[in-house]
């Protein structure tokens, strides 16, 4: 895949899908007005927009970003808990749409995006995954009485990727010449600023990662973790940087971390053993807590859970599901505790 051209039609459907927001932006061009003003720009747009995507090259000013943190969890007065959002141009934004369409359309005819990847992509979802998980989980526990699931945090992932060696891997992919030379402009010389209430910081250099609050930048990510499972024993989903790989055999456990340690090293991604964890699910009454000895990362032991919130949902280590029902009228709550089929039924 190396090039392709848009038509002012198709830019005039993507500025007139936008929603209607007085966002903030670099340019200081909200995407309400690019809306209400689609059919006038169609034509000069789409001329810049394949101009841009001709010569390899992006505007350098499209790749400034206001930074805007969101607190994650824990305490506001530390700087870890925010995660970095980029508010980048709305024209940017429309041409990383517009590529990004074609970019999926050719990594999905190629059947070169990861199956067990469920985050970003079209048709999945949370739901999904979990449905596929929860149907594994309760194979192997009705088949071998026990399950090990680990769950694996990455460190800011979005901000560890490498700018040379995703373009090595988008070339291993097929994405070569003037396409490729763009994602590589779109990359490189970025800037941005960090905006608190109403104060701006000095303008910085950003020396890695993929831009958070971009169109491409998800896509990219998941471009850069797509092997990473490759040569691993246990059965593994992800959801964008997520990972959690399960299996009976804590031999299988113990092989893949050790994989996943060395995939790390060679991509500079990193690990948090204290936040990662490792859960036992069992049908069995005598359901104690994982083993150690399986979960090491690096040297660290991950610490053993007996519940863990996965996408939303609580899952016990001895699979049973609470549910509390609201009454209507009186806001009692009926707790009840059910065999983790009948609850899964009944949900």
Same mark, same amino acid.
């Given at each position: 895949?190396?090039?392709?051209?848009?038509?002012?039609?198709?830019?005039?459907?993507?500025?007139?899908?936008?929603?209607?927001?007085?966002?903030?932006?670099?340019?200081?061009?909200?995407?309400?007005?690019?809306?209400?003003?689609?059919?006038?720009?169609?034509?000069?747009?789409?001329?810049?927009?394949?101009?841009?995507?001709?010569?390899?090259?992006?505007?350098?000013?499209?790749?400034?970003?206001?930074?805007?943190?969101?607190?994650?969890?824990?305490?506001?007065?530390?700087?870890?808990?925010?995660?970095?959002?980029?508010?980048?141009?709305?024209?940017?934004?429309?041409?990383?749409?517009?590529?990004?369409?074609?970019?999926?359309?050719?990594?999905?005819?190629?059947?070169?995006?990861?199956?067990?990847?469920?985050?970003?992509?079209?048709?999945?979802?949370?739901?999904?995954?979990?449905?596929?998980?929860?149907?594994?989980?309760?194979?192997?526990?009705?088949?071998?009485?026990?399950?090990?699931?680990?769950?694996?945090?990455?460190?800011?992932?979005?901000?560890?990727?490498?700018?040379?060696?995703?373009?090595?891997?988008?070339?291993?992919?097929?994405? $070569?010449?003037?396409?490729?030379?763009?994602?590589?402009?779109?990359?490189?010389?970025?800037?941005?600023?960090?905006?608190?209430?109403?104060?701006?910081?000095?303008?910085?250099?950003?020396?890695?990662?993929?831009?958070?609050?971009?169109?491409?930048?998800?896509?990219?990510?998941?471009?850069?973790?797509?092997?990473?499972?490759?040569?691993?024993?246990?059965?593994?989903?992800?959801?964008?940087?997520?990972?959690?790989?399960?299996?009976?055999?804590?031999?299988?456990?113990?092989?893949?971390?050790?994989?996943?340690?060395?995939?790390?090293?060679?991509?500079?991604?990193?690990?948090?053993?204290?936040?990662?964890?490792?859960?036992?699910?069992? $049908?069995?009454?005598?359901?104690?807590?994982?083993?150690?000895?399986?979960?090491?990362?690096?040297?660290?032991?991950?610490?053993?859970?007996?519940?863990?919130?996965?996408?939303?949902?609580?899952?016990?280590?001895?699979?049973?599901?609470?549910?509390?029902?609201? $009454?209507?009228?009186?806001?009692?709550?009926?707790?009840?505790?059910?065999?983790?089929?009948?609850?899964?039924?009944?949900?």
């Amino acid at each position: 895949m190396s090039m392709f051209s848009f038509e002012p039609h198709s830019v005039e459907r993507e500025l007139f899908n936008l929603k209607p927001r007085i966002n903030t932006t670099p340019d200081g061009i909200p995407a309400i007005f690019l809306k209400n003003v689609c059919t006038a720009v169609a034509l000069p747009l789409s001329i810049i927009f394949n101009a841009s995507v001709l010569t390899g090259v992006l505007p350098k000013f499209w790749k400034t970003a206001i930074i805007k943190p969101i607190h994650k969890k824990g305490l506001r007065t530390d700087p870890n808990n925010f995660r970095p959002i980029s508010l980048t141009s709305s024209i940017c934004k429309t041409l990383e749409r517009l590529i990004r369409r074609n970019l999926v359309n050719y990594l999905n005819s190629n059947n070169l995006m990861n199956p067990q990847q469920f985050g970003f992509r079209s048709r999945r979802g949370t739901e999904s995954q979990l449905v596929e998980y929860q149907g594994n989980i309760l194979s192997l526990c009705n088949k071998y009485k026990s399950c090990y699931s680990v769950y694996v945090d990455f460190r800011r992932a979005f901000d560890k990727v490498s700018f040379s060696k995703l373009i090595e891997k988008l070339k291993s992919y097929g994405i $070569h010449s003037n396409l490729l030379n763009w994602l590589q402009s779109f990359l490189s010389g970025r800037s941005q600023s960090v905006k608190v209430e109403n104060a701006l910081s000095i303008p910085f250099e950003v020396k890695s990662g993929v831009p958070q609050g971009s169109v491409l930048g998800p896509l990219l990510l998941l471009l850069y973790i797509n092997d990473i499972n490759v040569n691993f024993q246990s059965q593994v989903l992800l959801y964008a940087d997520d990972l959690k790989l399960f299996s009976n055999r804590e031999d299988f456990i113990a092989h893949d971390l050790e994989l996943l340690r060395i995939w790390c090293e060679k991509w500079q991604m990193d690990v948090a053993p204290e936040k990662c964890n490792i859960i036992k699910f069992s $049908h069995l009454k005598s359901n104690s807590n994982p083993i150690a000895n399986c979960a090491v990362f690096n040297g660290a032991n991950i610490p053993p859970v007996t519940q863990i919130r996965d996408l939303g949902i609580i899952f016990s280590g001895n699979l049973v599901f609470m549910l509390i029902l609201h $009454h209507c009228g009186n806001a009692q709550e009926d707790q009840r505790s059910l065999t983790y089929e009948h609850a899964l039924w009944n949900f």
